[in-house]
Nanobody, 123 residues
């Protein structure tokens, strides 16, 4: 059974940085999309970034462009580097994976999910 485990969340002051990691088990990445989503209290889960495993093509939501970067290693780990963090970035961040090569932003398109990691940005 595929499992995704996120790590790297925490409490940081505004302007600071965090690096989230997501490790997949029981999954060999090839034609897959790995994505990051976030959900703040009382809000819907929203797309943050996604990367196509085969060619590293990435998409990011406009609100994080220039501040966040999504990347992956050559094995089973996806990263979300978050710089210049703002209080509005506070949320639970989820890693997700879908089979296929099209980059979707809708959570419903993703097949596997991690348990989430809390990111809190203080003033």
């Amino acid at each position: 059974q595929v499992q995704l485990v996120e790590s790297g969340g925490g409490l940081v002051q505004a302007g600071g940085s965090l690096r989230l990691s997501c490790v997949a088990s029981e999954l060999t990445f090839s034609r897959h999309i790995a994505g990051w989503f976030r959900q703040a209290p009382g809000e819907e889960r929203e797309f943050v970034a996604a990367i196509r495993w085969s060619d590293r093509k990435a998409e990011l939501v406009d609100s994080v462009k220039g501040r966040f970067t999504i990347s992956r290693d050559n094995d089973k780990t996806v990263y979300l580097q978050m710089n210049s963090l703002k209080p509005e970035d506070t949320a639970v961040y989820y890693c997700a994976v879908r089979a296929g090569e099209r980059l979707y932003r809708s959570p419903e398109r993703y097949d596997y999910w991690g348990q989430g990691t809390q990111v809190t940005v203080s003033l």
